[in-house]
């Protein structure tokens, strides 16, 4: 199973929400990835876990939270979003680290009004 | 900061031709990795090249990683429709202040009957 699952795959949240994002993946990988796309841009990294524990911040606002409860299991919660902050949001795992395949999830879509 | 740019950002080709894509880094990679982005899709991952001057082939595609670690290039033989999509090389450069995947900007490939 080389599946990594998202929910929603779609989404649609004014300004003073807080929603959450899911991703899970069970291919024993130890690294997950959120990611942020932009129509027609490459993926921007957001944050990586390794092992559980967030190791890259890529100064990403507050208003995006990460959460790994377990090694399958990566959240992001979103509070107080901006409509510039209107994205798919991907999430990634792969096996050790990121000099390994990552697997992409199909994403979620959402849209900050 | 580190970049990794790729030519061209589009390419319209009849069904039958060759398509090629070219990545350059800025700095030396340790790892070059390719993947593509059907429209509405997500990433998936085609392929890992790690040595010096590697040439790697799939069925219609080949892969090349430079000499020097910093270009690599993928060229399709004869393509064909299913081969629509964006083509993102995404490289880990050598011993910089953060080790983490870059992707390039990407090429989007539209094929004609």
């Known amino acids: 199973d080389t599946e990594v699952t998202q929910t929603p795959k779609h989404l649609v949240m004014g300004m003073t929400n807080k929603k959450s994002l899911k991703c899970e993946q069970h291919?024993?990988?130890?690294?997950m990835y959120w990611y942020k796309q932009k129509a027609k841009k490459p993926p921007e990294l957001m944050f990586v876990?390794?092992?559980?524990?967030?190791?890259i911040n890529e100064s990403v606002p507050s208003r995006f939270s990460p959460e790994c409860p377990n090694s399958s299991l990566l959240n992001l919660h979103l509070h107080a979003l901006q409509p510039e902050d209107s994205a798919l949001y991907l999430c990634?795992?792969?096996?050790?680290?990121?000099?390994?395949?990552?697997?992409f999830g199909p994403g979620t879509r959402l849209t900050v009004l | 900061g580190q970049q990794v740019m790729q030519i061209p950002q589009y390419q319209h080709v009849q069904e039958g031709e060759d398509f090629t894509t070219y990545c350059n880094s800025s700095?030396?990679?340790?790892?070059i990795q390719w993947y593509k982005q059907r429209p509405g899709g997500h990433p998936v991952f085609l392929i890992q090249?790690?040595?010096?001057?590697e040439v790697k082939k799939q069925k219609r595609l080949t892969f090349q990683f430079g000499e020097a670690k910093k270009n690599s290039s993928l060229h399709i033989t004869a393509t064909q429709t299913t081969d629509v999509g964006t083509y993102f090389c995404?490289?880990?450069?050598?011993?910089?202040?953060?080790?983490?995947?870059?992707f390039g900007t990407g090429t989007l490939l539209a094929v004609q009957p």
């Open positions: 990634a795992s792969s096996q050790g680290d990121y000099t390994d395949t990552q697997y």
């Open positions: 291919m024993g990988h130890r690294a």
């Open positions: 876990y390794s092992y559980e524990k967030l190791s």
């Open positions: 700095t030396t990679l340790s790892n």
């Open positions: 090249l790690v040595k010096s001057g």
């Open positions: 995404a490289g880990i450069p050598y011993g910089g202040a953060t080790n983490k995947l870059i």
